[in-house]
């Protein structure tokens, strides 16, 4: 559903705590979220997010949705979940089964972003590709260089990245600032540098359907 | 203590030495734990037991406490690496003494995933516990697997992957070993941070090893099953 009371050119600010449909989504597409249901004016959407440093802890994912779903499910009219498999071993899955609810289609971020299609076809050349979206780019020191402890032992690099030859960097909007960071990893990583704008991809198709 | 404050290894006896080791592996101090082997050797110690109680015990420790979410990925690789530079001094000393064998593991990454940080612990563990480990190392097809198998007749297969889309390649393995009937000739197992035991069974392994040590402890029952059997028959 679109807002219908405000004119086009009217600025539209997402506000949490409304909606009837709860978007329970991994904290790395929280912004990517929030801009399209702003650009779309979509009122239908409530949202909730994880941290997105679990992308290192994939265990913590399943028990942390499991309780946001019995929490939120008696007062939204519906559910939809905004990660992909994210390293559970279709443990997700399980879950979402159990619950009765959806989540986006594909294994992760990067194959929703960039089209489950398109990313099949690319996998075989991307085997030794490491993976960057727009949120990966912006925390890369944070979230990948001191999560795994790079920034205290460097000489962790090659254990962690020796057999990895290129960045591959999915970028969700056409920002230079980004891909500025996304080539400084590459070349702290050592790995060659590849760009490829995705978009919002399968994102922005599945959250429209929901609307 | 030395002059300069710093602990002399030296000065500490057998048992103070090894505790020191396992000390020094948990804080991934890799001079300091060559510096322990060489003197344990120089002791006298066999290499084999320098392996077992210094080595080995050290990086059940620090397995231990990962598993407990007491140390994190990078404690445990910086450990790793410490266990393998004393791996390194030990190991020509262990085929010349001949130390006793458990047993022989082909080991590797499945096809589509480059990961192998997991799968070298779990083969140095193995090798720390006494198995010749053949290492096919990452993204292997089937078919390597299969010219592994068949080149060096090992007991155990271990197939390992990170990737939840790569993990099904395991099945691609064992149903193949299935219709070439050689499943029933070789302990499969495997291990990877997105598998479970449902999905080992699943898939036909023999067993899912959430860690290296219960890699090891695994591989170990199965070995004197294997044992056992040939005893009793």
Redesign the interface.
């Known amino acids: 559903m679109t807002l219908v009371n405000l004119k086009p050119s009217d600025e539209f600010e997402f506000k949490p705590g409304q909606g009837k449909v709860l978007l329970l989504a991994c904290g790395a597409l929280g912004r990517e979220i929030v801009d399209l249901i702003e650009r779309n004016r979509w009122t239908a959407f409530d949202l909730q997010c994880l941290p997105a440093k679990w992308h290192?802890t994939?265990d913590k994912i399943v028990p942390a949705l499991r309780e946001k779903i019995r929490e939120a499910k008696s007062r939204y009219e519906s559910i939809f979940v905004l990660y992909g498999?994210c390293?559970?071993?279709?443990?997700i899955d399980k879950l979402l089964a159990e619950e009765g609810i959806e989540r986006l289609e594909g294994?992760?971020c990067y194959a929703f972003f960039s089209g489950q299609e398109t990313f099949a076809k690319t996998?075989?050349d991307d085997?030794?590709g490491f993976f960057l979206t727009d949120y990966l780019a912006r925390h890369f020191d944070k979230l990948i260089w001191e999560g795994?402890?790079?920034d205290?032992?460097p000489?962790?690099l090659p254990?962690?990245f020796g057999?990895?030859t290129k960045i591959v960097f999915l970028a969700q909007t056409r920002n230079e600032e980004l891909a500025k960071k996304a080539m400084a990893a590459a070349k702290r990583l050592g790995l060659a540098y590849e760009y490829r704008y995705t978009g919002y991809g399968e994102l922005e198709r599945d959250l429209k359907a929901r609307a | 203590m030395s002059d300069d404050g710093e602990l002399d290894l030296n000065s500490l006896n057998d048992e103070e030495l090894v505790q020191q080791v396992h000390d020094d592996l948990y804080d991934?101090l890799k001079e300091e734990v060559e510096a322990a082997v060489h003197i344990l050797l120089g002791r006298g110690w066999t290499p084999y037991k320098v392996l077992t109680e210094a080595l080995v015990e050290g990086m059940r420790i620090v397995g231990v406490d990962f598993r407990d979410g007491i140390l994190?990925?990078?404690?445990v690789?910086?450990a790793a690496?410490s266990m393998k530079a004393g791996m390194f001094i030990l190991r020509p000393l262990l085929i010349a003494t001949g130390a006793p064998r458990q047993g022989k593991m082909v080991i590797g990454t499945v096809k589509?995933?480059?990961?192998?940080?997991g799968k070298n612990l779990v083969g140095m563990m193995m090798e720390g516990a006494g198995f010749e480990v053949i290492d096919l190392g990452?993204?292997n097809p089937v078919e390597k697997y299969l010219a592994a198998m068949e080149e060096h007749k090992p007991d155990i297969l271990g197939m390992a992957a990170?990737?939840?889309?790569t993990?099904p390649y395991m099945k691609v393995v064992i149903d193949t070993m299935k219709e070439k009937g050689m499943r029933d000739d070789y302990v499969v197992l495997v291990g990877g941070?997105?598998?479970?035991e449902d999905?080992a069974k699943a898939i036909g392994a023999d067993a899912y090893c959430r860690d290296a040590a219960v890699a090891v402890e695994t591989a170990k029952s199965y070995m004197a099953k294997k044992h056992n059997q040939l005893t009793a028959n």
């Open positions: 290192n994939p498999d390293g559970t071993g279709g443990d294994p992760h996998a075989e085997v030794t795994l402890g790079m205290r032992h000489e962790l254990l962690y057999n990895y | 991934g994190f990925v990078p404690e690789l910086l690496n589509g995933d480059i990961h192998d940080i990452i993204n990170l990737l939840t889309t993990m941070a997105p598998l479970n999905f």
